[in-house]
Nanobody, 113 residues
């Protein structure tokens, strides 16, 4: 049974930082592409960043140079370091395994102005 457990969300002021973590179990993590998505109220879920098994990364234009995705295969965990946060980054952030269609439960990030 695949489980993706996100943590690290919270309330932060604009300009602040947060680091999200997603601990995975029940899948071959080291060979899986992992991704972070987010969904703001009234908006569609959108890709934030992804990281392939070999480490190649991809970012949404809106978060480039502010967010960094990384992975620790020894811990079966993917991270999203978010710096210079803006109110428009407020959303529920989800961990996702693209090739398998698995989603985590989400973690709320709220950025106050």
């Amino acid at each position: 049974q695949v489980q993706l457990v996100e943590s690290g969300g919270g309330l932060v002021q604009a300009g602040g930082s947060l680091r999200l973590s997603c601990a995975a179990s029940g899948l071959a993590f080291s060979i899986s592409t992992m991704a972070w998505y987010r969904q703001a109220p009234g908006k569609q879920r959108e890709l934030v960043a992804s990281i392939a098994s070999g480490g190649t990364t991809n970012y949404a234009e809106s978060v480039k140079d502010r967010f960094t995705i990384s992975r620790d295969n020894a811990k079966n965990t993917v991270y999203l370091q978010m710096n210079s946060l803006k109110p428009e980054d407020t959303a529920v952030y989800y961990c996702y395994v693209p090739n398998r269609g698995y989603w985590g439960q989400g973690t709320q990030v709220t950025v106050s102005s």
